[in-house]
């Protein structure tokens, strides 16, 4: 007779008394789906399909890919990943000479498992050329009244946090909220040049009894206070669209055009959760190298591993137009608009957990 267990038992996704449960949930994601197709329809984008296999899935610190091994006619194999984003296939086909370009697809991010977060998810990612970045944040929140409208929702909702999709938006810059929700004065640790000041914003911490540890650097404390202390305040009662990052945490944004000690980035959080991230984006190759390096030295630190560069984006950046572009996690958006609480609730068939 096998041990009790403490644990209750979950029946399985595919149980049709359980899926008869989800099954509604399942359809609205679909209308959500179907009517965002025609909003890129309705206004001339091309919907494009970037393959998941890459040389390089992504160059950020804190972006873990999944690695396989691709073995050729020959019998050698060659790392590849399945990528954490289609951004570099769709910068390419900018440069290429697209214009307006959209995806709907699978991306894979590893080391990430919980109530929002799925190894294998559904990403709408699109870019304007020629268009400034208020024109994406502008998509984002009709994206938010499209999947309202679709689930008949008057209001968003992720456990006790509602916001009103249709209400006027709040635009919010980081430093700004980590001076409202954090007592944080970033800019004071910062130089004119967006160079920072980790030891300045420790002690900023610990003068408000914030914890700090041994060892930091300033990007993860900056991690760490939006996190713990900005973000749960952001998106409640309306939408939240959290502007201008410090240089320093935008590798692949352009600097604001008033201040270098920011850049064009935004988020957009509703109910407190982070929905999508958006760039004017960074077009100069050399400095984007610079940036990926930094970056894929610092992974190493931390984590024991680097991935290498796509020098076919690189080499094709300075063929790319001024452009701006925008990064959605759509099952989160259908999350909100049906309420669910899981983010496997709203997925057709979750990838299996792993067995106790």
């Known amino acids: 007779m096998p041990p009790a267990s403490s644990t209750p038992q979950v029946s399985p996704w595919w149980t ?26 309705a206004h001339e984008f091309i919907l494009v399909d ?17 690695a396989t091994s691709a073995i050729g006619n020959d019998g050698l194999g060659e790392t590849l990943y399945l990528h954490t984003s289609p951004e570099f296939s769709m910068k390419k086909l900018l440069a290429a000479g697209e214009r307006r370009i959209a995806s709907i697809g699978h991306v894979w991010r590893n080391r990430e498992r919980g109530a929002l977060h799925h190894p ?26 499209i999947a309202a409208r679709e689930t008949g929702a008057a209001r968003l909702r ?12 709040e ?11 954090a007592g944080i004065d970033l800019f ?16 900023q911490m610990r003068a408000r009894g914030l914890a700090v540890p041994a060892e930091f650097t300033w990007s993860y404390l900056f991690s760490r206070i ?23 945490e935008a590798a692949l944004a352009r600097r604001a055009a008033d201040d270098r000690r920011v850049s064009e980035r935004f988020e957009l959080y509703a109910c407190g959760v982070e929905l999508a ?33 796509d020098e076919d984006l690189l080499a094709a950046l300075p063929l790319m137009p001024d452009t701006s572009g925008v990064a959605l996690g759509f099952d989160r958006l259908v999350m909100l608009a049906t309420g669910a609480a899981r983010i496997d609730q709203v997925l057709w068939v979750p990838v299996a957990e792993r067995l106790p």
């Open 277 to 309: 991230n958006g760039f004017g984006e960074l077009t100069d190759a050399n400095e984007q190298r610079r940036r990926f390096m930094l970056e894929m030295a610092e992974k190493e630190r931390l984590y024991d591993e680097r991935y290498p560069l």
């Open 50 to 66: 970037p393959p998941g296999l890459q040389r390089s899935p992504g160059n950020e610190t804190h972006l873990h890919a999944f």
């Open 171 to 181: 635009r919010l810059s980081v430093v700004d909220a980590f001076s409202r929700h």
């Open 158 to 169: 992720y456990r006790d946090r509602e916001a009103d999709p249709f209400a006027e938006p």
């Open 226 to 248: 939006l996190v713990e202390k900005v973000e749960p305040n952001l998106g409640l009662g309306r939408i939240t669209v959290l502007d201008r990052y410090p240089a320093a």
């Open 188 to 203: 004071g640790t910062m130089n004119g040049e967006g160079e920072t000041d980790a030891e300045a914003l420790a002690a």
């Open 120 to 145: 294998e998810f559904t990403m709408l990612e699109w870019y304007r050329a020629n268009e400034p970045y208020d024109a994406v944040i502008a998509d984002c929140i009709e994206m938010l009244r």
């Open 16 to 41: 049709p008394s359980v899926h008869e449960d989800r099954r509604p949930i399942l359809l609205a994601r679909n209308r959500i789906e179907a009517a965002i197709r025609a909003y890129f329809a």
